[in-house]
């Protein structure tokens, strides 16, 4: 019977194209998927339940090209009476499911997960609710998967909408959670994951398929957005430092490229310490980088552990200067983006906005590069900007299956923009005191745009609600605050 159904799944899967098998009749038919509502993203994220924990195992057998065994776990809380069971996930074979231990039944809908529990979860109640599937890192040559194949293994890279292209998951940083990883990989193979390492175990050289393998596990301290997981597997070292406080720094790197990359591992303490004096105490238990011997286009502030591509550090063109302030830029992402994280896709501009301001700011302080030059070509550019992407706080939806175009100029510089002219508005100090209320007020938990407006306001003395209204949803650049002869649409002389 066993073998039996295995092929039925397997022929079914091919005939169908499908990405997640059917559960064995009689399953009811699934309902629509579901979604929070989020302006960008209508179908992420699932209503009904808070998660509390994700626990996640990977086998790894050393092809990056092959469906990775998984099991995830996860511990959540009704909110309301739950007959079904949405979760997003796409991109992987369901085995199994099973709510509080009683085996469920499922199907697909769209790319959520639909789960029918053999009782139904009363509001109040806890769930644990176990997924036995494959994760995909190269689902029929599809290019928006949350995995990045490096050389030498995999990385993830989920931003914005990729968790549930590799584990299911409520896939939206309005729910965070703890996380747990467990991963297997072959001899000879490191695994390293957001957080702190929770345990090693070696496999016996006769445990059959995963014979000389290792299992390294992780836990997160603090809670996480599904977008910033971070799972990397490779012949890699990890290179260990201190950090202010005594916080541990642990670095993953190619193993034959650490001694050349280690000039530039070594900067991270001081990039510590300048961010700390700019917005207070580094929210996080540990920090690292880890360099993805891949060419991905971007850099990504995944938790504890940002990721760069390996060109970045090796590209001779690019000055000291500017890979410093980038390293700064995704490091200024674990206080905005990471810790206060956005309610909804629509605030990203509170995430990209300020670790492009500290990026400019760090540039201006240890390479004279001017703040108020870079301004000044922003706001040369600004209207164009908004007339592309949208204004800072309405972004325009990413092109569909592009998620990376949801990164437009506007969420960055144009974004920026807005922070130089508030400090113009309300003067440095007050400023200041709001970067670092903003943090300390909204620490490992989520925020709106509608509560950075409300108590830039209530620290500046006065209702700052036209001057944001203006700069934050208007199709055209305001005026600039102390610089009247800067002008969008023309450039700077």
Known sequence: ?????????????????ATLVAATLPAPAPPPALGIGDPLFPRLGNPGYDVLAYDISFTYRGNNRKPLDAVTKIDATATQRLDRINLDFAYGTVESVEVNGERATFATAEEDLVVTPAEPVLRGRPMRIVVRHTSDPDPGGREDSGWVRTRDGLAMANQADAAHRVFPCNDHPADKALFTFRVTVPKGMTAVTNGLPAGKRGNPENSGNTAGAATWAYRTSHPMATELAQVSVGRSAVVHRTGPHGLPVRDVVPAAERARLEPWLKKTPAHLKWMERQVGRYPFETYGVLVADAETGFQLETQTLSLFERSLFTRPELPEWYVDSIMVHELAHQWFGNSVSPRSWSDLWLNEGHASWYEARYAEEHAEQSLEARMREAYAQSDEWRAEGGPPAAPRSPVPGQKVSL??????????????????EIGEDAFGQLERRWVRDHRHATATTGDFTSLASRIAGRDLSGFFHAWLYGKKTPAMPGHPDWRSGHKPE
């Not at 990164?407 to 113009?424: E, H, I, K, N, T």
């Open 1 to 17: 019977m066993l073998l039996t159904s295995r092929r039925l799944r397997t022929a079914l899967l091919a005939a169908a194209s």
């Open 407 to 424: 990164f437009r100029p506007v969420v960055y510089d144009g974004s920026a923009l807005v922070l130089y002219a508030l400090r113009q």
